[in-house]
Nanobody, 121 residues
């Protein structure tokens, strides 16, 4: 099995910052892409940012210039630094890890349980 666990969510005022962390663990041989997605109340899940194993990144237009995704390959960890937070950033944030484990030929996408981020005065 592969487990993906997010942490770092909470309540923050507009303009504030939060840093989310996500750790993948278990019988992992390698991890390819990792990413962050979010789902706000009454809305569909949307991509926030992705990062490849080599470090290249992709961001949603709504977070460009404010959020930074990074990873520590040695620790199977991905981070999301969120600055200049806005109320519209309020959502449950989910982490994904495209991981290959022993006994399987191709990587599969694994999801974390989500962490709540609330931006409010």
């Amino acid at each position: 099995q592969v487990q993906v666990v997010e942490s770092g969510g909470g309540l923050v005022q507009p303009g504030g910052s939060l840093r989310l962390s996500c750790v993948a663990s278990g019988s992992i041989f390698s991890i390819n892409d990792m990413g962050w997605y979010r789902q706000a109340p009454g809305k569909q899940r949307e991509l926030v940012a992705t990062i490849r194993s080599g470090g290249s990144t992709n961001y949603a237009d709504s977070v460009k210039g404010r959020f930074t995704i990074s990873r520590d390959n040695a620790r199977n960890t991905v981070y999301l630094q969120m600055n200049s937070l806005k109320p519209e950033d309020t959502a449950v944030y989910y982490c994904s890890a495209d991981a290959t484990r022993g006994g399987l030929a191709v990587p599969l996408r694994y999801w974390g349980q989500g962490t709540q981020v609330t931006v409010s005065s």
